[in-house]
């Protein structure tokens, strides 16, 4: 079952890189952020792309322990997770209040991703 978690995760990284290299300006609308620039677009693809693919790739390795990498990946994905959560409390306090859709959304979407890597790491599931 935590290699279904572990998956079910990777899953979501590799969806949101393909869907950033392919659509920088899809992704982004929802947070209102306008993406008309290459530097823009390069960064979305940078930091939601390459990194989302990158995160899916080690999840895979992790899942097969490849060279004992298991728990190091899921702990670090885990927590960077939690920080992108985290980041998004801080700026509930020093931003105006926001509707559920997407701040919050994807604030569950991390937290709850998060719990449940530690617990597939941490526990027999």
């Given amino acids: 079952m935590a290699n279904v978690v572990i998956?079910?995760?990777g899953v979501f990284f590799l969806a949101m890189g393909v869907y950033a290299l392919t659509a920088p300006a899809a992704l982004a609308r929802p947070f209102r952020i306008v993406v008309e620039e290459p530097e823009s677009r390069s960064e979305i693809r940078a930091v939601y792309g390459g990194f989302g693919i990158a995160v899916a790739v080690?999840?895979?390795l992790a899942v097969f322990d490849v060279a004992g990498i298991r728990a190091g990946v899921v702990v670090t994905v885990a927590a960077a997770?939690?920080?992108m959560a985290f980041g998004r409390l801080v700026s509930r306090f020093l931003d105006r209040p926001?509707?559920?859709?997407?701040?919050?959304f994807?604030?569950?979407v991390e937290v709850v991703a998060a719990g449940v890597l530690v617990i597939a790491q941490?526990?027999?599931l």
């Fill in 98 to 104: 926001t509707s559920f859709y997407p701040v919050w």
């Fill in 106 to 108: 994807y604030f569950w």
């Fill in 81 to 83: 997770l939690a920080g």
């Fill in 122 to 124: 941490f526990s027999e």
């Fill in 58 to 60: 080690v999840l895979v």
């Fill in 7 to 9: 998956i079910a995760v």
